[in-house]
Structure formats: structure tokens, C-alpha cells
């Protein structure tokens, strides 16, 4: 089955998700754009955190920690159990592993809304804390780039790709709940950065679905008595 899922994800406070380079900047902790200098967040960037939550669904509604695969180290990843399908566990058939591709796309989060602003980030000041001793680091103080000017940031993205296996159905529930349950994305969550919800829209072969769909994919899940 084709699958699309498409979600907007809703800051409830500003967010950085870095860049890995600091060349032109006036900031440690930059944060990432596009060429119109509007950040984004990168597919890579949420991916592996819902990668992460899905696992604990998993885990969760099955009662069982050994529903999926240890991620991400490769010599722990699947494929290393025969009784899931192909070897593959169904986080693995959903996110990929080293030795099998991801079937779905997982696109970058942009900002949609259509406001002109003249500086959309701001630079905030921080100092790395010692939390045993409770105090300020000596000589750490440090500056990051912040985006969420509005008071709603809203960003939106695509999962697409196709579902082949007779557990379609499943997956795909799986992959929604891990987004309703994802509530932060980027760095600085400890000092209340990148805090969110996510709104989905599922669509299966061009079709809108309910949520009793979803309910019904995400019920297989739980072991028989």
C-alpha cells in the first residue's frame, strides 16, 4: 500500500536543531536554514528521535523488550532474529538498518506560514551548568541561534513511501503513534527548547483515514491472551 502521512509539527516554544558547521555565523550554536535563510528541520533530524519512540511503543504494547532490535549500534540491528519477517524486526521494515533500506521518505520540515519577518531567529545567551555542584561553569558561557518569533511556530513535512508486508497496516499505525507521542525536537530540551505536539493526516492509496483505522492498525499490536 502507498502510504502518506502528512504532519504539522506545533512549537510551543523556540527551537535550534544545529548545523555542524559555524563558517559566516555569530553564534556557537547556529541553526539550520534554507536558502530563503528560513530554518527547516531536517528529515534526519526527527527521524531518529521517532525511531527511538516508536521502539518504546513497540516495546510497550507488545510487553516485550525484545519486540525490536538494539538501534543504533549495527552489530546489535537486525537482521539477527528469524521469527520476525525476513529477519527484520518492525522497526527495522519501517526506519531501515544497515543492511536494509528504509521503503518510506522522510521529508524536511519547513515553514509554511506566510508572514514576512525581518529577523527570524534571535540569538539567546547561556552558560553550562555543573549539575552535580548545581553552579556555573567556569569560562562556558555560550550564545545559541533560536527560531520561534511567532506565537505558534508551525512546521510541516511528508512521510511517503510504500508498505508491502500483510502487516501494513500495523506499521503504519505504529509510525502515527510515534509521532502523537513525540513532544521535543532539536537540542537545548532541558532548558525548554523545542517543545511540541504533532498533527497528523494519514492517507493509505490516496485515501484519507480515521482514526478508528489508526486504532484498529495500533490494537494488532497487543498480545493475544
Keep these: 500500500m ?11 516554544t523556540p527551537f535550534n536543531v544545529g548545523t555542524g558547521a559555524l563558517a559566516n555565523t555569530y553564534t556557537d550554536r547556529p541553526t539550520i536554514k534554507n536558502g530563503q535563510q528560513r530554518p527547516i528541520i531536517p528529515g534526519s533530524s526527527y ?40 529477519g527484520y524486526c518492525p522497526i527495522c521494515r519501517i526506519f531501515g538498518s544497515p543492511n536494509l533500506h528504509s521503503p518510506l521518505r522522510f ?4 515553514w509554511e506560514a506566510n508572514v514576512s519577518l525581518k529577523s527570524p531567529t534571535e540569538i539567546r545567551t547561556g552558560v553550562a551548568i555543573r549539575r552535580s555542584r548545581r553552579v556555573a561553569e567556569p569560562q562556558k ?16 513535512g511528508t512521510i511517503t513511501g510504500y508498505l508491502v508486508d500483510d502487516d501494513s497496516q500495523q506499521l503504519a499505525a505504529l509510525l502515527i503513534a510515534g509521532l502523537r ?23 493509505i492509496d490516496g485515501q484519507l483515514q480515521n482514526d478508528a483505522w489508526f ?3 495500533l490494537a494488532q499490536w497487543l498480545p493475544t491472551m
Design 47 to 86: 527521524k531518529g528521535r521517532l525511531r527511538h519512540t516508536c521502539e518504546q511503543l513497540l516495546r510497550t504494547l507488545q510487553q516485550n523488550t525484545a519486540a525490536a532490535c538494539q538501534s543504533p549500534e549495527a552489530n546489535t540491528m537486525c537482521p539477527i532474529d528469524v521469527a520476525w519477517a525476513g
Design 2 to 12: 502507498h502510504l502518506k502521512i502528512e504532519f504539522t509539527a506545533v512549537f510551543k
Design 181 to 203: 507521542h513525540m513532544h521535543t525536537i532539536g537540542g537545548g530540551q532541558t532548558g525548554g527548547l523545542g517543545h511540541c505536539t504533532f498533527q497528523t493526516r494519514l492517507r
Design 107 to 110: 521529508s524536511d520540515l519547513q
Design 141 to 156: 558561557l555560550y550564545n545559541q541561534e533560536l527560531f520561534g518569533p511567532v506565537s505558534q511556530t508551525r512546521l510541516k
Design 215 to 217: 486504532e484498529e492498525g
